[in-house]
């Protein structure tokens, strides 16, 4: 999705007939496709593996349908982390005080497209991954910080989210002039505010070593995963960002039919 | 550094600067959609947690109190922004849609189809017509001491009889190995949860039997104080978070 002051004209040329500022929407919707094929693999294996090797982590099936899971997801993690933020990084825009504001506009749609990828990240990450952590845990007994939703929901899902929101603000950052001029309040703390929720992961499991069994939900030391998610409501602030510049763009370019 | 709306370029867009705003109007809504259902959802899955999983959890005494009081933080917090920014009345009602969207897709992929929960011992509370007149008082009245006093209050009160409708039948009486139980009770004792069994389940604790019919109406009416306590306390959390400033440095 990164494109540079010097590539402006290219971009601003589509030839498969979407509007300037929707340059990026087909890589958008892949990154969706993506991610739902990603996150529905993992709930598809889980139903098939988890009941008949995830109960109990000392058996040697755990090792290896599990545990194996867990490192290939560390390696994933790893490659796609230094891949994204590498390449958003070194392909950053040099020139940004010529930026045109066609470009800056398109810009600001590719920024909310990243941002929305986070979100769908966040979603699956909190919502649904997050829940079901409760309903296995009903039928398993923990006997590891690495049950079978576990591996997937903090070692694998956290991070992800945690990387595509990094990837949100460091495109802000490196493309658009009023976020490499001053640092979001807003865009940091929806990004940053979300990361403690991983962070949070080493508190909680520290708390059930106290109390392996017991998975009362709402008890305080989940509350820590709690704070950290009130942050993404800074995206209202980033909305407000947004639009505002966005007007202001909007005055300088001329209206076509 | 603040960004500040240049009030004097307001007018009506024509063309392709009006589907230009459209376009960035959907991309918004996805956005917003996973948002909400994934932080809201998360905040009070940890917070209400048992009291909305499980049937034999939603008792007199706390269910009514700590649902609405937790459930109208994120609709007060997205109000301040929703409202106050961009006149729409909707605020409370999306995040409480988002909520259910994402309630809903987890009981029956995570519990039922996955650890075979019936979906009956598993259904969401909602908490929809709260939301619907909290969004329509504030947009009637543009007043947050109101919409705070008023609309806190109908959000908590309105909670219980809303899902009578859902939950009333497995209220009803049985008897079971010559004790009296209820048929959610029923189903906590047969399908076995080894992280939540029932001896730590916190339903109807102290007296309250003592107080018969109106223990409901008491936490009703608690929770209704609460949450106009609750309401403009996030309404601030969420102008707070809402911050437009550029720092120079983290």
Redo the contacts between chains.
Sequence with gaps: MATTTEHVSLSTENPKSL?W??IDLPKYLKGFGVLTVIYVSL?LY??AF?IEHGLDSSEPAFEQYWMRLFYIELVIIAAVASGFWGYLWLSRDRQLDQLAPKEE?RRY?TL??W??IY??A???????F???D?????????DTPFTANHIIEFYFNFPLYVILGGCAWLYARTRLP??A??????L??AVFG?FM?LVSVGFNEWGHTFWF??????API??G??IG?????????I???G??????L??K?E??? | MSAQIPISTFKPYRGEKARLARAYDYLILVLALFLFIGSFHLHFALTVGDWDFWVDWKDRQWWPLVTPLIGITFPAAVQAVLWDKFRLPLGATLCVAALLIGTWVTRVFAYHYWNYFPINMVLPATMIPGALVLDTLLMLTNSLTITSIFGGAAFALLFYPTNWPIFGMFHQPVEVANSQLTIADLFGFQYIRTGMPEYLRIIERGTLRTYGQYATPLSAFCSALLCSLMYPLWWHIGKWFADTRYLSKI
């Excluded at chain 1, 001029?181 to 807003?186: A, D, V």
């Excluded at chain 1, 069994?213 to 709402?218: D, L, M, T």
């Design positions: 509007p500022y929707l709930r889980q139903g988890a506009i749609f909310t497209m941002i929305s979100t769908f966040v979603y699956w990450a909190g919502s649904y997050a829940e079901q409760n309903s296995w845990h009903q039928v398993a007994i923990r009023l976020y001029k001053g640092i979001s309040l807003p940091t703390l979300p929720i069994r017991e998975e009362f939900f709402a989940h509350w995963f709690v998610v009130w942050f993404a409501l800074g995206v209202g602030g909305l407000l960002q639009v505002t510049r966005l007007i202001e909007l005055d370019i209206d076509a039919e």
